[in-house]
């Protein structure tokens, strides 16, 4: 079936209906979800940014609801045969509570440490970040959007003074005489995204690609440039360097609304088009044309995505591209700018609510003394009791279990042992911990190594809101109630919040705060109005935004800070939020992969996603038809490098790198570069790519390099 339905049965009840939005990416496409006869089917719903469209993933995304692996019953460790056994919410929140306050008593507060997800609603992002704030009392909080997006979102932040990953409407792609896709491929990732890549071709604009594949995406493009994986960098700044020596940037709006772009041009200058294409491979003439392209058209937009972000050198890649979008005058430009392909489908607003080690609510700084006292106040809570910043995600996965680092971790919403880079040394180090606890309403590989495993409603079990790639608030809303024996990651974080005042001898309702009621809310609503209170005055002002406002407009786009007043769809007409209302130009610098190719290694890896698919597929690997597109992993060979290897289409090869190694039928394709592979992260096992791939990261956001490493490609001796 492709209609994510159920077989019918007898007639029963009335159908029931539910207006929401498609759990996957960020796109976050409206659909309507109707039960009828013990069947629930999924609907084209009209919505602005899908217009009615979906991918077989929407499509079949309510086959999970009664999937036959559903958890409905909590699982609890057996220290006699180490197997996941069956037991009741007492015993196993009992567990929870038991073992944390073991391990803190023992090691400090700092010993339990909290890792989120970016699939994960704003009232949960939020309720998790104050649970660890103020339930723990912990630091080490910190989600697997780290992963995703936090270099863009410090390059923003850096030169804009916000990070919102498309500060303009989304139907401005459609309209863009030029639109510039840097490492992007929504025909894979968003697939409905790609009908306004359409509808600006046929307005005639031009479509550019830049990706070391020739992806779904790229044999769209009018032109798609294919520079060697880890020196986006370098062709970012070869064409600013074009623009600058050809007269295209934009004096004018540099004088007016920017600072510091004298250091840049000196930057670029060395940058001429040669040595960009000596280093990257991507000829002078194809630089030449994008400059010029981009700085001739009325409508200009810049994007960057995963392929440019998730390096070592992730935030100064960005930089790159913003700087060349500032020097042309495109941000705040009616119809232009520049912006970031948002993944997760919380990706925004789930770094913007608290889950993040640096940050509480509003996407205000955990150091700033004004931020604390502001959030403290609506937490009722002492703002010195709150605890300072945490560390970056990948560096607190590897600190787990060692004498210095956490002894136990309660995980929503995330797979590290599939997603985390240099995995096979994260998995080791999940296994060392005294507690781990999983929440999740399917046993994903990092739920199977735990000592508690907690079953969480899904997506059409619960109400909340979500936050799209363009900022734009939105309302998930239940079809039903979740199967008997399964609770939502609210109810268990007010339940544990609960058990943990008890045993420490408070009583959470009787905070000195503004909260009436329970200390952590369990209804989606009251969270909701408490997170408005905490984000009001931030960066990401949500005040303004209600459930009602969301179901009148069609979402609410933040910062939105009054109730009556107007939401912001399109950011930086006037001013820039910095303290002079300037962008900022920062200058930067292309250096090498952190890891670079030797005759041990001679290769580059890289990895990306499938059509099919969707990030550490436990949720799709487990969907028929989805199986059926996309049943297993696969390495990318260019057929001359296979010839050289002796290696045939279908053949098992290994990816081996100084980390780890991943087996996987080999797929011969002229879509990739002779010197670099490719594989999809999305099976674990043996065919696990992050096995390979390098732990390296950048030292502004924390972001690993997961989009280059040296590799080499074995055959694999078969019987």
Same mark, same amino acid.
């Given at each position: 079936?492709?209609?994510?339905?159920?077989?019918?049965?007898?007639?029963?009840p009335?159908?029931r209906?539910?207006?929401t $939005?498609?759990?996957y990416?960020?796109?976050?496409c409206?659909?309507?979800?109707?039960?009828?006869?013990?069947?629930?089917?999924?609907?084209?719903?009209?919505?602005p940014?899908?217009?009615?469209?979906?991918?077989?993933?929407?499509?079949t995304a309510?086959?999970l609801?009664d999937?036959?692996?559903?958890?409905?019953?909590?699982?609890?460790?057996?220290p006699?045969?180490?197997?996941?056994?069956?037991a009741?919410?007492?015993a196993?929140?009992?567990?929870v509570a038991?073992?944390?306050?073991g391990?803190?008593?023992?090691h400090?507060?700092?010993?339990?440490?909290v890792?989120?997800g970016?699939g994960?609603?704003?009232?949960?992002a939020y309720?998790l970040?104050k649970?660890a704030?103020?339930?723990?009392?912990?630091r080490?909080i910190?989600y697997?959007g780290?992963?995703?997006?936090? &270099?863009?979102a410090?390059?923003?932040?850096r030169?804009?003074?916000?990070?919102r990953?498309?500060?303009?409407?989304?139907s401005?792609?459609g309209?863009?005489d030029?639109l510039?896709?840097?490492g992007?491929n929504p025909?894979e990732?968003m697939?409905?995204?790609?009908?306004?890549l359409?509808?600006q071709r046929?307005r005639?604009g031009?479509?550019?690609?830049?990706?070391?594949r020739?992806?779904?995406?790229?044999?769209?493009?009018? %032109?798609h440039?294919?520079p060697l994986?880890?020196?986006d960098?370098?062709?970012?700044s070869?064409?600013?360097?074009i623009?600058?020596t050809?007269?295209?940037?934009?004096?004018?709006?540099?004088?007016?609304r920017?600072?510091g772009f004298?250091?840049?041009?000196?930057?670029?200058?060395?940058?001429?088009?040669?040595?960009?294409?000596?280093?990257?491979?991507v000829p002078v003439a194809?630089?030449e044309a994008?400059?010029?392209?981009?700085?001739?058209?009325e409508?200009?937009v810049?994007?960057?995505?995963r392929?440019?972000?998730?390096?070592a050198?992730?935030?100064?890649?960005v930089?790159?591209?913003?700087?060349?979008?500032?020097a042309l005058?495109l941000p705040?430009?009616?119809? &232009?700018?520049?912006?970031c392909?948002t993944?997760?489908?919380?990706?925004q607003?789930?770094?913007? $609510?608290?889950?993040?080690a640096?940050?509480?609510p509003?996407?205000?700084?955990?150091?700033?003394?004004?931020?604390?006292? $502001?959030?403290?106040?609506v937490?009722?809570v002492?703002?010195d009791?709150?605890?300072?910043?945490?560390?970056p995600?990948?560096r %607190?996965l590897?600190?787990?279990?060692?004498?210095?680092g956490?002894?136990a971790l309660?995980v929503?919403g995330s797979?590290?042992?599939?997603?985390?880079?240099?995995?096979?040394?994260?998995e080791g180090r999940?296994?060392d911990?005294?507690?781990?606890v999983?929440?999740?309403?399917?046993?994903?590989e990092?739920?199977?190594?735990?000592?508690?495993?907690?079953?969480?409603?899904q997506?059409?079990e619960?109400?909340?809101t979500?936050?799209?790639?363009?900022?734009?608030?939105?309302r998930r809303?239940?079809?039903?109630?979740?199967?008997?024996?399964?609770?939502?990651? %609210?109810?268990?974080l007010?339940?544990?919040?609960?058990r943990?005042?008890?045993?420490?001898?408070?009583?959470?309702?009787?905070s000195?705060?503004?909260?009436k009621g329970p200390?952590?809310?369990?209804?989606p609503?009251?969270?909701?109005a408490e997170l408005?209170?905490? &984000?009001?005055?931030g960066?990401?002002d949500?005040?303004?935004?209600?459930?009602?406002?969301?179901?009148?407009?069609?979402?609410a786009y933040?910062?939105?800070?009054d109730p009556?007043?107007?939401?912001t769809?399109r950011l930086?007409?006037?001013?820039?939020?910095t303290?002079?209302?300037?962008?900022?130009?920062?200058a930067?610098?292309h250096?090498?992969a952190?890891?670079?190719?030797?005759?041990?290694?001679?290769?580059h890896?890289?990895?990306?996603?499938?059509l099919?698919?969707?990030?550490?597929?436990?949720?799709t690997?487990?969907?028929?038809a989805?199986n059926?597109?996309a049943?297993?992993?696969?390495?990318?060979?260019?057929p001359?490098l296979?010839?050289?290897?002796?290696?045939?289409d279908?053949?098992?090869?290994r990816v081996?790198?100084r980390?780890?190694?991943?087996v996987?039928?080999?797929?011969l394709?002229t879509?990739i570069?002779p010197?670099t592979?490719?594989?999809?992260? $999305?099976?674990?096992?043996?065919a696990?790519a992050?096995?390979?791939?390098?732990d390296?990261?950048?030292?502004? &956001?924390?972001m690993p390099e997961?989009?280059?490493?040296?590799?080499?490609?074995?055959?694999?001796?078969?019987?």
């Amino acid at each position: 079936m492709t209609d994510g339905a159920r077989p019918a049965t007898a007639p029963g009840p009335p159908p029931r209906e539910a207006a929401t $939005h498609c759990p996957y990416c960020a796109l976050q496409c409206g659909m309507t979800l109707r039960e009828e006869n013990d069947r629930v089917a999924v609907l084209p719903r009209q919505f602005p940014t899908n217009r009615g469209g979906l991918c077989q993933k929407g499509w079949t995304a309510a086959e999970l609801l009664d999937h036959p692996d559903r958890l409905t019953s909590p699982l609890l460790r057996d220290p006699a045969s180490g197997e996941l056994r069956p037991a009741t919410w007492d015993a196993a929140l009992d567990r929870v509570a038991e073992g944390i306050r073991g391990v803190q008593s023992g090691h400090g507060r700092d010993a339990v440490a909290v890792f989120g997800g970016g699939g994960l609603t704003n009232e949960k992002a939020y309720a998790l970040g104050k649970f660890a704030r103020v339930a723990l009392r912990t630091r080490h909080i910190d989600y697997n959007g780290r992963f995703c997006m936090s &270099s863009a979102a410090a390059a923003g932040m850096r030169a804009f003074g916000v990070d919102r990953g498309l500060p303009f409407p989304l139907s401005d792609l459609g309209r863009a005489d030029t639109l510039l896709l840097v490492g992007a491929n929504p025909a894979e990732t968003m697939p409905p995204l790609v009908r306004w890549l359409t509808e600006q071709r046929q307005r005639g604009g031009k479509l550019i690609v830049v990706d070391p594949r020739v992806t779904a995406t790229a044999r769209l493009a009018d %032109l798609h440039l294919q520079p060697l994986p880890g020196t986006d960098l370098a062709v970012a700044s070869a064409l600013l360097h074009i623009a600058v020596t050809e007269g295209l940037v934009d004096k004018d709006y540099i004088a007016a609304r920017t600072t510091g772009f004298e250091e840049v041009r000196r930057a670029v200058a060395a940058w001429w088009p040669a040595r960009a294409e000596a280093l990257s491979g991507v000829p002078v003439a194809d630089l030449e044309a994008t400059a010029r392209a981009l700085g001739t058209g009325e409508r200009v937009v810049i994007l960057t995505a995963r392929g440019a972000e998730q390096h070592a050198k992730g935030v100064d890649t960005v930089t790159g591209y913003v700087n060349l979008a500032l020097a042309l005058g495109l941000p705040g430009r009616p119809g &232009s700018g520049y912006g970031c392909l948002t993944g997760q489908g919380n990706g925004q607003g789930g770094r913007e $609510h608290g889950q993040k080690a640096d940050q509480l609510p509003g996407y205000r700084r955990i150091d700033d003394p004004a931020a604390r006292a $502001h959030v403290a106040g609506v937490w009722g809570v002492p703002a010195d009791d709150l605890p300072g910043p945490g560390v970056p995600a990948y560096r %607190l996965l590897d600190s787990l279990g060692t004498p210095d680092g956490p002894k136990a971790l309660l995980v929503f919403g995330s797979n590290p042992v599939v997603s985390a880079p240099r995995a096979t040394r994260i998995e080791g180090r999940l296994r060392d911990l005294d507690l781990l606890v999983v929440a999740d309403f399917l046993l994903s590989e990092t739920a199977a190594l735990a000592d508690v495993v907690l079953p969480t409603a899904q997506w059409a079990e619960e109400d909340g809101t979500m936050t799209n790639l363009e900022g734009r608030v939105l309302r998930r809303r239940a079809l039903r109630e979740p199967p008997p024996g399964v609770r939502t990651d %609210l109810a268990i974080l007010a339940d544990l919040t609960a058990r943990l005042a008890q045993v420490q001898g408070r009583d959470p309702s009787q905070s000195p705060g503004v909260n009436k009621g329970p200390f952590l809310p369990a209804e989606p609503a009251a969270v909701f109005a408490e997170l408005r209170r905490a &984000s009001a005055g931030g960066i990401a002002d949500y005040a303004g935004i209600t459930w009602e406002r969301i179901d009148t407009h069609d979402g609410a786009y933040w910062p939105c800070p009054d109730p009556d007043g107007p939401d912001t769809p399109r950011l930086f007409a006037e001013r820039f939020p910095t303290p002079d209302g300037r962008a900022r130009f920062h200058a930067v610098e292309h250096r090498p992969a952190a890891e670079e190719v030797s005759a041990a290694y001679p290769l580059h890896f890289t990895t990306g996603r499938v059509l099919a698919q969707y990030q550490s597929g436990t949720q799709t690997r487990r969907v028929p038809a989805l199986n059926r597109a996309a049943p297993e992993a696969f390495v990318e060979l260019h057929p001359d490098l296979a010839g050289r290897l002796g290696v045939t289409d279908g053949e098992p090869v290994r990816v081996v790198s100084r980390r780890g190694e991943m087996v996987a039928p080999a797929r011969l394709s002229t879509a990739i570069r002779p010197d670099t592979v490719f594989a999809p992260f $999305h099976w674990g096992g043996a065919a696990r790519a992050n096995s390979v791939t390098n732990d390296a990261v950048d030292p502004v &956001s924390g972001m690993p390099e997961f989009k280059i490493c040296a590799v080499r490609v074995e055959r694999v001796e078969t019987p």
